[in-house]
């Protein structure tokens, strides 16, 4: 536990602090680590607390590496020593409210991203929804049925480099009570 | 800056912590504190760095009723000083892209909730996306245009009283290399 509490911050400068990491070096990442995130990722809020959310954790080589050569933005998998899919059950959801799981699904890996960056891995969110091509290549990587949706692929590992941290602040982006 | 370091906790424990708070005090929410919230926001990553999000800040009376009064789901809005409303520009995603809205500014919610747990603040996503009718409403209280997709509502307060945490670790959600 001792090295896991050196790199905890408060959650602010986690969140200002969480960048894309695209480069990871050999080092393994224990398992207690990736139930870490898993369990970030299941604190997550979820439309009518369906928690329709499934995670599949990839560490099989090759698996990684059919994702990395086939999805341009996911060639960081060829690297990365493990990886969380996110995935939707979209049978959970019905109706007008199908297109929940998207939004669940989001929450939980902006969570599996702070996650990460408070415990000291790098990692980034490389998207399979909305891309029909990227889901089918996930699918045929870890033979998820088709009621299950890939939202995105997160290849995790230790960060070669310190990655520089994006300044987004707009506050042209804030309206007042009225647009 | 004193009280806000108070609250101040690791972000595993407030990803953990962070819960649904339904019920606020009549205590202001300085207006710093919803800076905080929104620079959370805005620190959360985006599709292709687009960073389509919009945040309308509430604080009339009278337009918080309106959404409280006329949207079920949101009726804490009747209590609360305060709210964000998260919008997406949908013409910043074209093509194929177009669902990203959803996705990024789900990103940029849950951070929301994350900081807001972080100061002491309690909050509670509403979603107004994909619901037509709430959608509608939040539309006409605040004149967004067309373009300009509001995916939720989050009231904002001081809680009333500690709210329960839910557990909600299901470990057979996560699956290794294979479905």
Known sequence: MRQIYTFMKDTLSIIAQRKSVRHYTKIPVASEQIDILLRAAMAAPSAKNLQGWEFIVITDR?????????????????????????CGNVTKYTGESQMNWVVDCAAATENILLAAESVGLGAVWTASYPYADRMAVVRAATGIPIEIMPLCVIPLGYPVKDEPVKDKWRPEKIHYNQW
Request: overall charge neutral.
């Open 62 to 86: 090759e698996k990684l590496d059919y994702i990395g050569e086939r999805v341009a933005t996911a060639r960081m998998l060829l690297m990365a020593p493990v990886a969380i899919v996110v």
